[in-house]
């Protein structure tokens, strides 16, 4: 579901032209003294942070998702599984993106995703190593057996 999401504000919905019609408004009515450039900056500066926060919002989906997973190996992997997750995924949308003629593809964001993957990654990892700070981390959920498989 989130994918979609992310894929739905990579479309032209979610172009600058797009986004300028609502940011562009609430900016000059929180900051009406503001110079039309400043505006225009922090309307990039919003419109880059939302890749780090869909991304992070992912990475901690996929994390939970592999967590509660039946394999084994994928609840011990599933911190690196959710970074090379986020990573294939923010190719992907960037590759759409490319296609999109009033969108471009950048490599520079796929990195800002998945910055935002690895933060999100880091923080859920110290979570779990503080709240059981004496656990198995291979084990998503101490105190919870997860389903068993065959496929073992």
């Known amino acids: 579901m989130w994918i979609g999401v992310i894929f739905y504000l990579s479309s032209q ?10 940011l562009g408004p609430l900016i000059q009515y929180f900051f009406p003294e503001m110079l039309p450039e400043s505006r225009q900056m922090i309307h990039a500066i919003i ?27 994928l609840r011990k992997n599933r911190f690196v599984l959710a ?19 009033a969108r471009t593809g950048l490599v520079t964001d796929v990195l800002l995703d998945l910055s ?10 110290s979570f779990y190593r503080f709240r059981y700070p004496y656990a198995n981390h291979h084990d998503p959920m101490p105190g919870h057996s997860p389903p068993r498989s065959t496929l073992e």
Do not use: M
């Open 47 to 73: 419109r880059k942070s939302a890749h780090f926060f869909e991304y992070a919002v992912l990475a901690a989906l996929v994390i939970r998702a592999f967590s509660l997973s039946s394999l084994s190996k």
């Open 116 to 125: 935002g993957a690895i933060f999100a990654t880091l923080l859920v990892y």
């Open 13 to 22: 919905a979610g172009a600058a032209s797009e986004t300028s019609r609502f």
């Open 83 to 101: 970074i090379i997750f986020s990573g294939i995924i923010a190719s992907i949308d960037e590759f759409n993106q490319s296609l999109n003629p």
